[in-house]
C-alpha cells in the first residue's frame, strides 16, 4: 500500500483492522487453546497486530534500505519495471 502511494496512517489504520477483523474468526482456535489448558492472552502478541509492530517494521525497512521503495527493490528484488507494472496493475483495477 506504501508502495502505491497510500499515506502511512491510512496503512495503519488497515493494518491494525486485523483484531477486528480477524482475531473474531480465531475464536475457534483460541477457545480450543483454553480448553486445553493455555492462556488464550499469550497467542494474541502473536494472531493480532499493534501499531509499535508496523512503526517498527517501516523504521527498519527505513534504516536498511531508504524507505518502502528500496526495500521493494533491493530487499525483493523488484525492478523498476516491476514497480511499475505493479501500480498501473492497481490504477487499472480501480
Known amino acids: 500500500m506504501l508502495l502505491l502511494g497510500v499515506d502511512e496512517d491510512a496503512v495503519t489504520e488497515d493494518y491494525l483492522r486485523t483484531n477486528t477483523d480477524l482475531l473474531p474468526a480465531l475464536q475457534p482456535v483460541l477457545d480450543r487453546f483454553a480448553e486445553q489448558g493455555g492462556d488464550p492472552e499469550a497467542l494474541l502478541p502473536v494472531l493480532g497486530v499493534r501499531e509499535e509492530y508496523l512503526r ?37 483495477g480501480v
Open 56 to 92: 517498527t517494521a517501516l523504521a527498519e525497512v527505513d534504516t536498511l534500505f531508504g524507505g518502502i521503495r528500496g526495500y521493494a527493490t533491493d530487499g525483493l528484488g523488484l525492478t523498476e519495471q516491476d514497480l511499475d507494472r505493479l501500480t498501473a496493475d492497481v490504477t487499472v
